[in-house]
């Protein structure tokens, strides 16, 4: 036997197919707004996501950069920190008399008294 078409079925026009019709189109039509809603939701947030990715990219950039300039600067400061624990030295040998007194002998050529200075040239011998 062969099966009856869709087409041969018989509707019945009650009012309960009427309501159950209707009851029917109110559902799809639930789907489609429920649809439509995960969608747009899921839209959102996938911008949002991707947003919040791109700040936090920005920002790993930003305080890599920040703190490439932290070591720098911080190598600065120890090589003035030494600069300046020499040019405090320097000042605290230049208040000795001894000290200037030396240096004036020997780049200035100052002599004491009585005493002889002779310049030697500082090129190794040829022999």
Same mark, same amino acid.
């Given at each position: 036997?062969?099966?009856?078409? &869709? +087409? $041969?079925?018989?509707?019945?026009?009650?009012? !309960?197919?009427? =309501?159950?019709?209707? !009851? #029917?189109? +109110?559902?799809?039509?639930?789907?489609? +707004?429920?649809?439509? =809603?995960? *969608?747009?939701?899921?839209?959102? *947030?996938?911008? *949002?996501?991707?947003?919040?990715?791109? !700040?936090?990219?920005?920002?790993?950039?930003?305080?890599?950069?920040?703190?490439?300039?932290?070591?720098?600067?911080?190598? =600065? #400061?120890?090589?003035?920190? &030494?600069?300046?624990?020499?040019?405090?030295?320097?000042? =605290?040998?230049?208040?000795?008399?001894?000290?200037?007194?030396?240096?004036?002998?020997?780049?200035?050529?100052?002599?004491?008294?009585?005493?002889?200075?002779?310049? *030697?040239?500082?090129?190794?011998? $040829?022999?």
């Amino acid at each position: 036997m062969s099966q009856p078409s &869709k +087409r $041969s079925i018989a509707r019945l026009n009650s009012p !309960y197919m009427q =309501r159950y019709d209707t !009851y #029917m189109e +109110r559902q799809k039509e639930k789907k489609k +707004r429920l649809i439509r =809603r995960l *969608v747009l939701f899921s839209l959102i *947030v996938t911008i *949002v996501i991707g947003s919040m990715a791109t !700040y936090h990219m920005k920002q790993r950039s930003l305080h890599a950069e920040k703190a490439k300039q932290y070591e720098q600067l911080e190598e =600065r #400061m120890a090589s003035l920190k &030494k600069q300046e624990d020499q040019l405090k030295e320097e000042i =605290r040998l230049l208040n000795n008399d001894e000290y200037i007194l030396e240096i004036a002998r020997t780049n200035y050529f100052f002599s004491k008294e009585g005493e002889l200075i002779f310049k *030697v040239p500082h090129n190794d011998p $040829s022999y």
